[in-house]
């Protein structure tokens, strides 16, 4: 702990419990992963629990799957370059993120869900249009676009871990992926839903406290936001309006938190929960942003990426860092674990057609290796590392929420034929994609930091505008 006064003995003994906490949370998630394995041996209980969860849990997972480490992590690293402006994000965040997918999005699948008998979003869409070869395409872009996401998740709680514990960054993850992997693949969605529910706990409790820190040691809040605003600099309004929808309305598209709302029992469950998430989602983005904008003021300059490990080592100590540690790695496991899944079952079930659960959890294991590959893979990009992650994380969220927002979209609303959407998805998909790749390469082309608005725009248009596609769609 910076400027600690313990004495040397106390000190060791902080640091050794510390160790223990984040080891404790991690046996935890693991146990919860055996403990559900039973119930997970049908297709049905390892993919969608038997459709049995109730609000809490639904409220819980959602959150915990949706506010990754990335939020955390990357959140305060923008609120720390970025200052007040980014707090336009978690504003978007909680409202068309969340209070937007519970209402018009969650409901409506949890209905379909039931009445179609749909067990991944890729099959519900599917039948929804009448078009098999959806399933398939669907499949093959959530695997590609998760598992780049993925690989940012895995990358962001590996730093924390590295950071607290003193580990590389690829022991880190690989630690975190093997451990993700156990339960997944032991119990599926009852295991996913019941460590999410624990996760969820341990990442609000862990962001309100180094918040509250963080404003409490800067002395008065307006004082610290005025430093900041003198300091950090402004990212441009495309940028920051691109990054704010993405993480915003990319959920509308991403498989990995819609299949959620296939988990509940009724179509009330959903409503209920959707007050529950939005507390939560407004404790975990808001704190994490303001942290990183009063780290300026408080820690001076520090590594942007670094900044959350940082002010938790500097403001709470030993056993206060083990928390926050633990609570970004409960942030990365929640999302994780789902993407792994959600990859596992989109490979096996919807694109190779395979039914049983052997072959889920296979291609569940291999998926994260996959990920591991691509986490070392950015450690050891020449460009810096909060480029890396920024950029890895954009294409990601992007070719995944643009390829499922206009079939999503198209079953809500009515609007648009089944050739339509698919020409949209395709069209956007082909925009992220291009754009993706060139800023990998560093090439810049025009527009490049409104690549997710462009893309969301041509999906649209192509797909929406045509009527009469509803003809026949389950009500």
Request: charged share 10%; proline share 3%; net charge positive.
């Amino acid at each position: 702990m910076k400027g600690s006064r313990l004495p040397q003995k106390w000190e060791r003994w902080c640091i050794f419990t510390g160790e223990s906490i984040v080891a404790g949370y991690l046996l935890a998630s693991l146990g919860l992963g055996v403990l559900f394995k039973s119930k997970a041996d049908t297709i049905e209980g390892f993919l969608v629990a038997n459709r049995n969860m109730g609000t809490w849990l639904l409220a819980f997972t959602f959150g915990a799957t949706y506010f990754s480490s990335v939020v955390i992590v990357v959140g305060g690293m923008w609120g720390y370059l970025w200052g007040t402006w980014s707090l336009v994000i978690p504003v978007l965040n909680v409202i068309l993120g969340v209070l937007v997918t519970f209402k018009l999005i969650g409901s409506r699948i949890s209905v379909l869900g039931h009445k179609l008998k749909a067990l991944t979003i890729p099959e519900l869409l599917a039948r929804v249009h009448g078009s098999k070869g959806l399933q398939v395409y669907l499949g093959s872009m959530a695997a590609i676009g998760l598992t780049l996401y993925a690989a940012t998740v895995v990358a962001g709680a590996s730093v924390m871990l590295a950071t607290v514990l003193g580990l590389s960054l690829t022991s880190s993850a690989v630690i975190l992926v093997s451990i993700i992997a156990a339960y997944v693949v032991l119990s599926g969605m009852y295991g996913i839903v019941w460590t999410d529910a624990l996760q969820g706990i341990v990442m609000a409790t862990g962001v309100a406290l180094l918040a509250g820190a963080a404003v409490s040691i800067a002395g008065t809040k307006q004082v610290a936001l005025q430093s900041t605003l003198e300091t950090t600099r402004f990212p441009g309004l495309d940028l920051l309006f691109d990054i704010a929808l993405i993480t915003s309305i990319a959920v509308w598209g991403l498989p990995q938190m819609l299949n959620r709302f296939y988990t509940v029992r009724e179509k009330k469950v959903v409503d209920r929960a959707s007050l529950i998430a939005l507390g939560f989602a407004t404790i975990v983005t808001f704190g994490s942003y303001i942290s990183g904008i009063l780290a300026r003021s408080i820690l001076g300059s520090v590594p942007a990426p670094k900044v959350v490990p940082l002010m938790a080592e500097s403001l709470l100590g030993p056993w206060g860092a083990a928390l926050i540690a633990a609570a970004i790695i409960a942030a990365s496991m929640s999302t994780m674990d789902s993407i792994g899944l959600t990859v596992g079952s989109s490979v096996a079930y919807d694109v190779l057609g395979r039914r049983d659960v052997s072959s889920v959890r296979l291609v569940s294991s291999l998926v994260m290796l996959g990920v591991l590959g691509v986490v070392i893979a950015m450690f050891n990009a020449p460009s810096s590392l909060s480029h890396t992650l920024t950029s890895v994380f954009k294409l990601g969220w992007s070719i995944t929420g643009i390829a499922f927002i206009p079939p999503v979209l198209s079953m809500v609303t009515g609007r648009g034929t089944r050739r339509s959407v698919i020409a949209g998805s395709l069209a956007g998909a082909a925009v992220v994609l291009l754009y993706g790749l060139s800023g990998l390469a560093s090439f810049a082309l025009p527009l490049r930091h409104l690549s997710f608005t462009l893309a969301l725009t041509v999906s649209l248009i192509v797909s929406l505008l045509p009527r009469g596609g509803g003809e026949g769609w389950p009500s």
